[in-house]
């Protein structure tokens, strides 16, 4: 079986560590197949992904919190329920937890956390096609590193259709990386 690097983007992460759903499960159900010990896969977290994650991470129990006071999830999206967030203080449990997640990512074996130069006329590039910033950031430092971006983000998947002799890497569904990796 050929070996690939891959970088899995933030929302799928997320589910892994974080959510219950429908969707979740299927994301769950890849990264626990690509962090398997005996996988021959590499995943690679571009240092943007994992700031991205972090901050994730501490918005949506910053969020749980609040809702298990009373709020609803509609009151916290306006500007005062995003103040309220904002000024919201986690627990050291809470916290904790966070660290350890972090910490787990960083010294999986299977996991590479890669800090390289962003290159802001490509970031320029991708914004222009329509990316968002940090989306942008993250394929831009990640492109290089890997084989395969694996998102279930329409957008982001344009990136196949640039045609740029610097854009190395190929963004797939995390559908269509099962059917790589399998």
Known sequence: MKRYRICVDT??????????????????QLLQ????????????IPEVLYLEIMYKLIDIRKENKLISEGYSSSDIRYYDGKKLKFNTVLS?????????????????EKNEIVSLDINFSKVEVL???????????????????????????TIVRKIN????????????????ILSKVI
Not at 35 to 42: F, G, K, L, Q, V
Not at 161 to 176: E, F, S, V
Request: no cysteine; glycine share 2%.
């Open 92 to 108: 050291k449990s809470e916290i904790e937890k966070i660290r350890n997640v972090l910490k787990d990512l960083k010294i999986s």
């Open 161 to 176: 259709d640039i045609k740029d002799d610097w854009i190395k890497l190929t963004a797939i569904t995390p559908k269509g």
């Open 127 to 153: 914004i222009k096609n329509g990316f968002e910033l940090l989306d942008s950031m993250i394929i831009v430092q990640a492109n290089s590193k890997v084989d395969y971006f694996v998102t279930r983000d």
């Open 33 to 44: 197949l690509l962090t398997d010990i005996n996988s021959p896969h590499r995943l690679i």
């Open 11 to 28: 929302n799928i992460w997320i589910d892994y560590i974080e959510r219950k759903t429908k969707e979740a499960n299927k994301s769950k």
